[in-house]
């Protein structure tokens, strides 16, 4: 018996169904898996910091204008370390010499770096730049090669610019405005430049009454037509302010009797006058200069800015003042004198001596070697006078006397008188510059072939000098802080002369007389130093410092024909904690007879890495800082005579510990290259522990090296 038709049909449809439900339930479960499984395999390729990939190289292509090192300075994508740098890291910690964290690579921060280079170009005057940017796995490793490609486009330049809202000042301050501005026309238009000329331009407000001052828009226009672009920049200056009322807060106890006209001069503006944020700073300088407070504080009250009936600006002046008379005892420990050396002294300050801030200050110091004090020393007396301001409060004075008895073992003993005459001019806060006159009887006796030095000196037993000596000095410190810099340059020049005016018939005191056996010299002293430091940390943990130092004296007329030496306290010398640290003081010398007695030329070249050990430390140890050091140079007796082969090297580590008046060190110097040695001159031909490490000196001192 056969079913119904209709039956048949239903179960065939039935079946159907069946079929097409499982071809899409099978199609479905497809899909799923595919999407589940595309998903980690996209994120493999992705790699974010949790996966610990490593950057094994970063290529730049295609910048045309700008260094890769430039470029890469601001990226979060950066190459790792090396792998013993990364060693040290994990076992040793991050403040270890040479220690560095691992740096891996995430996509995200690559994206965004690709956005900081758009950014970077764009603010650089590159608005047409195009920056692409892919990585490629290394086979075999877990590592990645970064490519940043770059096409940077035609630059815009500045085609005009204009400053609003400052029609209104007077035609001064719109003559300052105009007067080296950090933007000009034709030069290729930069973010920074724009930020810095706001910058100079709010300052020349500030300096001009306008101390409120901001600025509240900067407009940059790109002109289609040519692709350059009109930079507009806008100001909001406010009423015209004047210094006001001043007050004064004297804090603790004040036995100066400082006359108050002597303050007020210092101050270098008066009420009624336009304010000027440089005068406020000036008056804040030139009372500190005074030497007789120990916290000065001029603090202005400006009236809001939307005030309209208000022009004075009262001032607070805050004072400190320091104890009248005060006793400084000190202890004194070094290797000035060829070894580890100690000593005393002790200074007595006189302060505000005749009521206008004048201070006077007597010291005494006696300072030997410690193996033999009563034979090798130095003994020094000194009356100095400091007038704090002369002729304006840019210009300081001082009168000094001093006596002092050397002794140098079995080799010479010594007396220098000297009488010195000094003026310094502040010219800015980073130039100074010094200027002094020195008349200087010098008498030295004993060994005859050290007071002589080979061809120096054709006398006997006996040096007696009269000279009266003119110095000057420059220096030009642009470093972030006078005991600790840590980025920054600084620049000085010296030159020394005497005998000059001597030979134009000018001379003050009396000098040569050769029946009683004196002489003077007649010498030209040039010298140069360049410090240079920079932040290897960028946080001020890591510091590179380099020192380079040239000087040479120029002996001329009869000194030079007599073969007549400069005084031996004028006298260059090598060697030593703030010199080449592998020789102690006074013992490196091209010339073996000028070790103990100096000479004329001189070259030094140093390389400091400074680090901080634990600079997270909120007690004593955040004091302590480890140094690694290199030093070059060496002493000569004529600039001419400098040749590579007689430049000494030494290598070495020290430690330092900061106090508030600078850091106390101690420092192990190794002779690296020694040019006297006659066989095996490098420190790796020799025996590490016993010709090396063991002659190896340590060096005491005060402050840095340089």
């Known amino acids: ?124 005057g590159f608005f047409s730049s195009q920056v692409e940017g892919s990585y490629a796995r290394i086979d075999g490793e877990r590592a ?6 770059i096409t940077e486009g035609a630059a815009s330049s500045i085609d005009s610019i204009s400053y609003r809202h400052l029609q209104d000042l007077p035609e001064n301050i ?41 600025s509240d828009s900067v407009v940059v226009e790109r002109k289609f037509s040519n692709n350059n672009v009109v930079v507009k920049i806008g100001f909001h200056h406010g009423r015209r302010l004047y210094f006001g009322p001043i007050t004064e807060q004297i804090k603790g106890v004040d036995n100066l009797n400082l006359a108050r006209q002597i303050i007020y001069d210092r101050l270098d503006f008066e009420q009624g006058e336009v304010y000027s944020r440089d005068r406020q700073y000036e008056g804040e300088t030139n009372l500190n200069r005074l030497g007789v407070f120990s916290y000065v504080a001029i603090t202005p009250e400006f009236p809001p800015i939307d005030n309209r009936q208000d022009s004075l600006v009262p001032i607070t002046l805050e004072l400190i003042p320091r104890k009248r008379f005060e006793l400084a005892p000190a202890a004194i420990l070094n290797n000035q004198l060829r070894g580890l050396s100690s000593g005393a002294e002790l200074a007595f300050l006189m302060r505000n001596v005749f009521g206008g801030a004048q201070s006077l200050t007597t010291r005494v110091n006696v300072l030997g070697r410690v193996s033999d004090f009563f034979d090798t020393y130095i003994a020094t007396s000194q009356l100095r006078f400091d007038q704090p301001y002369l002729f304006s409060n840019r210009n300081s004075a001082y009168l000094s006397g001093s006596y002092s008895l050397v002794g140098e073992g079995d080799l010479a003993t010594g007396n220098i008188l000297q009488l010195v005459i000094g003026a310094q001019r502040s010219f800015s806060q980073r130039l100074v510059g010094q200027a002094s006159w020195t008349y200087e009887i010098s008498e030295f006796s004993g060994n005859p072939n050290f007071l002589r030095g080979r061809g120096l000196l054709t006398l006997d037993t006996t040096i007696n000098f009269r000279n009266s000596i003119r110095g000057m000095s ?20 010296i030159f020394e002369e005497a ?16 029946e009683k056996g004196i002489r003077s010299t007649e010498y030209v002293k040039l010298e140069g130093l360049t410090r240079i430091f920079h932040d290897l940390s960028n946080n001020g943990t890591t510091i590179l410092g380099m020192k380079f130092r040239l000087g040479s004296i120029f002996r001329y007329g009869r000194s030079r024909e007599d073969t007549l030496p400069v005084p031996p306290n004028r006298r260059y010398y090598a060697g030593g904690a703030s010199s080449i640290r592998g020789w102690t003081a006074r013992a490196l010398a091209a010339d073996s007879n000028a070790v103990n007695f100096g000479s004329n030329a001189l070259l030094e070249i140093s390389t400091e890495v400074r680090w901080h050990l634990f600079p997270d430390a909120k007690n004593w140890l955040d004091g302590f800082w480890f140094v690694a050091f290199a030093d070059a140079g060496n002493l000569w007796n004529e600039l001419r005579d400098i040749t590579p082969e007689d430049i000494a090297l030494a290598f070495g580590i020290g430690l330092r510990y900061n106090l508030f008046f600078g850091p106390i060190r101690v420092d192990f110097g190794l002779k690296g290259y020694d040019p006297s040695s006659e066989h095996h001159k490098w420190f790796f031909e ?6 090396v490490v063991r002659k190896g000196v340590v060096l005491l001192g005060i402050g840095h090296a340089f």
């Open 1 to 124: 018996m056969h079913p119904p038709p209709t039956a048949i049909r239903w179960r065939d449809t039935r079946r159907q169904a069946a079929r097409y439900h499982s071809t899409g339930l099978f199609i479905a479960v497809c899909a799923i898996l595919l999407c589940v499984c595309t998903r980690p395999v996209g994120a493999q390729t992705d790699p974010s910091f949790f996966d610990s990939v490593l950057v094994a190289d970063i290529t730049i292509v295609g910048n045309k204008s700008f260094d890769d090192d430039e470029l890469l300075s601001g990226l979060s994508t950066t190459e790792s370390p090396s792998g013993f740098s990364r060693w040290l890291y994990r076992n040793l910690g991050s403040r270890f010499p040479l220690a560095q964290e691992p740096r891996y690579f995430d996509f995200q921060s690559f994206r965004d770096d690709l956005d900081l280079l758009r950014l970077f170009y764009r603010n650089n």
């Open 144 to 149: 990645v090669e970064v490519r940043f490609e």
């Open 174 to 214: 719109h003559a300052q405005v105009r007067n080296n501005p950090r933007l000009r026309t034709g030069r290729r238009y930069s973010a920074a430049d724009v930020q810095a000329e706001r910058n100079r331009v709010l300052e020349i407000l500030a300096n001009n009454g306008f101390p409120r001052a901001y």
């Open 474 to 493: 420059l220096e030009r410190d642009l470093t972030d802080d006078f005991f600790n810099p840590t980025k920054g340059i600084s620049l000085k020049g």
């Open 499 to 514: 005998g000059f005016l001597e030979n134009i018939g000018i001379s003050p005191l009396p000098q040569t007389n050769e």
């Open 686 to 691: 020799k025996q590490l522990w016993g010709e």
